[in-house]
């Protein structure tokens, strides 16, 4: 039997006093005590997470009704409670309604006391490859960051040169042919205008000063869904799903309230088609997560940030390079608007994740909280 199942055996008669069981709420995977009839009796700090509920809600309800497809695990739980093995572990994928399904590794085993109780342990499979990718993209994006700066400064610097030899030439040529002429000259200054604005976008998260402050995130998104329903006032509907208790933390609010407009403009723009049907959404969700690590470093609080659109999703082939400088998923996109969000965040010790498939693309940011 696992350590896990050892604590929990010994705290399962003390299930109603917390201080028995504050060995499993330090604990990062998800840990769920079942009653004989399979109602939840115990759920620690990241079994609400993983499950997206309280305790208190969770315990008027049966573990099988938070999946589609629970009979795989219903079957071990019933194996577990005829004691056909101390303790079973199986990978399993659990589904939920309109939310990704679970990959997880789950533990089961038998418990004393409650009778016919089942304590279950999923650890999502998923967890080390997140860490692993989370690595990559800040090394990656630390890459990006050095090489923008650098070839912006060598762009910069010669472009200045380019327009005003065009403008130069422009004033000597001569009565005959200057107009025609004069097209090709308006050609070259209107191409340096447009790669100069480029280039100051590249440098722009680089220059601009961080700014700390005490932050609302609901005031950082009732600003942007101000801004987003005023550009888009017909045909698209923002919904809100805020969790009130969410602590202000420190940070630089234009910064925040340009990351979530980055983020929901783009949404808006992939949501054209249903624009017009009127039938787009985005939803601004926000919630706690617990025990999370960000950057390396572990953190007991975190903000979780969801952004949801319904649109056709991301494409498969630039799906894993979304935060790379000038990739973009429209004709015409600058493909600077994730890279800048995604440096913003990384400023403010966070990360972004990104799940998209059609019908549903979610943008996640995770930030500490204090």
Not at 346 to 356: A, K, L
Request: glycine residues 6%.
């Amino acid at each position: 039997m696992s350590i896990v199942s050892n604590i929990a055996a010994r705290a399962a008669a003390a299930i109603h006093r917390p201080p028995a069981l504050a060995g499993l709420e330090l604990l990062a995977s998800a840990v769920v005590l079942v009653d004989a009839e399979g109602k939840i009796a115990y759920a620690n700090a990241a079994a609400e997470n993983l499950l997206e509920s309280s305790l208190k809600a969770l315990s008027r309800q049966t573990l099988s009704a938070q999946f589609i497809n629970p009979e795989e695990l219903d079957h071990i739980c019933a194996q577990a409670r005829e004691h056909k093995f101390s303790d079973l572990r199986q990978d399993l994928t659990l589904e939920r309604g309109g939310r990704e399904p679970l990959h997880v590794h789950s533990m089961v085993s038998a418990v004393e006391d409650p009778v016919g109780g089942v304590l279950i342990e999923l650890r999502e499979n998923q967890q080390h490859l997140k860490l692993d990718r989370e690595e990559r993209i800040l090394d990656q994006s630390q890459v990006n960051k050095e090489l923008i700066r650098n070839l912006a400064h060598e762009i910069k610097n010669p472009l200045g040169g380019i327009r005003g030899a065009a403008q130069l030439l422009e004033m000597e040529l001569p009565g005959a042919h200057a107009v025609q002429l004069r097209e090709y000259t308006q050609v070259i200054i209107k191409e340096a205008d447009r790669l100069q604005t480029l280039v100051d976008r590249l440098l722009a998260p680089h220059r601009r000063p961080h700014i700390v402050g005490d932050v609302n995130i609901h005031e950082v998104l009732e600003r942007v869904r101000s801004l987003m329903l005023a550009e888009f006032p017909s045909g698209l509907i923002i919904l809100r799903d805020y969790d009130a208790s969410i602590p202000e933390f420190r940070g630089d609010k234009e910064q925040l309230i340009q990351t979530v407009l980055n983020i929901a403009h783009n949404a808006a723009q992939a949501l054209s088609a249903q624009i017009e049907a009127g039938e787009a959404q985005i939803v601004f969700k926000t919630r706690v997560a617990r025990q999370v690590t960000l950057a390396k470093v572990r953190y007991g609080l975190a903000l979780d940030l969801h952004i949801i659109d319904n649109g056709p999703g991301i494409a498969p082939q630039i799906r894993d390079r979304i935060f790379y400088p000038l990739v973009s998923g429209r004709e015409g996109g600058s493909g600077l608007g994730l890279t800048l969000a995604q440096t913003f965040v990384q400023q403010h010790m966070g990360v972004i994740e990104c799940e998209s498939r059609p019908g549903c693309t979610d943008f996640r940011i995770l930030l500490p909280l204090p």
